[in-house]
């Protein structure tokens, strides 16, 4: 039985670290286990303008702990105002990895976000021409749409156009919850990929529903049944440069979490890589854990992998986590699956 297993330092393609405060806590938790993430940029107000973003690079940097080492990979919020120069200028000059879009109203903070997609064409197109991926938060808002079939629509009535238009532009589908989506991203192109969760990996909708509702469990897009998890598992665990992880780590205060119309998100920075090595061993596929944490996303946002080293641990008895983390507004509540985890992170 493997007990020990040496891999490069992971990357984290998908994370919100919001502001303020809670940047402390935030920054130092993922930094304790990745080299660096992509900065979701969902503040209030949102990340539109290229100073925005200089001045919440600062703040993170700012917020990290003198003995950590992280970077922060930028991302700029698109909305319909947004200009292709700004855009070309982030890229080119190495300010932002990316561009978020969000479907104006799909998730937390997102009604900057995008209604008319065809007001964006010149900006996707710019992406094109410099080669800025482009990170899609892929469901419809559409209320008639029912909210588990909202990633299905968006990537047939929404995604394909986009795609069919921008043949060029290398597109992230990110968070994808549905076999539906482990199909379409299998069979495109070489520019089209997509992150999965920790949450979306360990958890379905029975988890969250059944047996009194889990407001820890709920997230956008919100988990589907057990057969979409395991397409979800499947594609994390196939070693396909198309799936990388992106923890959607998302904080909301228990008292947020907790309420008559509780917020959606996940809190999983702390411990996303104890919880992933579990699910690769019960897979069987412990050696394709690197390349879904360390690999495959440098590798499609053509960054190099780390040369730092982590090593993950089996112990005989359960890892202990915090049940919670003390912020100065309230208490965050860390994520945990309906499992215990045996895995432990060392530096190497
Ligand atoms: C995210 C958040 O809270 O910012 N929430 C979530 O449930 N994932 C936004 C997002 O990525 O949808
Ligand atoms: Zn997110």
Redesign the pocket.
Known sequence: MVKEIVISRPDDW?L?LRDGDLLPITVNETAKSFARAII?P?LVPPVTKLTHVKNYKQRIIKALKPNMSFEPLMTLYMTEETNPKEIEEGFTKGLISAVKLYPAG?????GSGVRNFEKIQPNLEMMAKVGCPLCI?GEVTDNSIDIFDREKVFIDTILEKIRTKNPTLKVIL??ITTEDAVEYVSSANENLAATITTHHLAINRNDLLAGGIKPHF????VVKRESHRLALVKAATSGSPKFFLGT?S?P?LDDDKESACG????FTATNTLEILAHIFEEQKSLNKLELFISINGANFYGKKVNMEKIKLIKNDTPTLFPKKLATPRGKLTIFKPNFETYWEVKSE
Not at 106 to 110: K, V
Not at 263 to 266: L, M
């Open positions: 998908h919100h979701m969902n799909a998730t937390t903070n997102s938060h990110e968070h709920y997230c956008l897009p959607d998302a909301h917020c959606a998100g996940c």
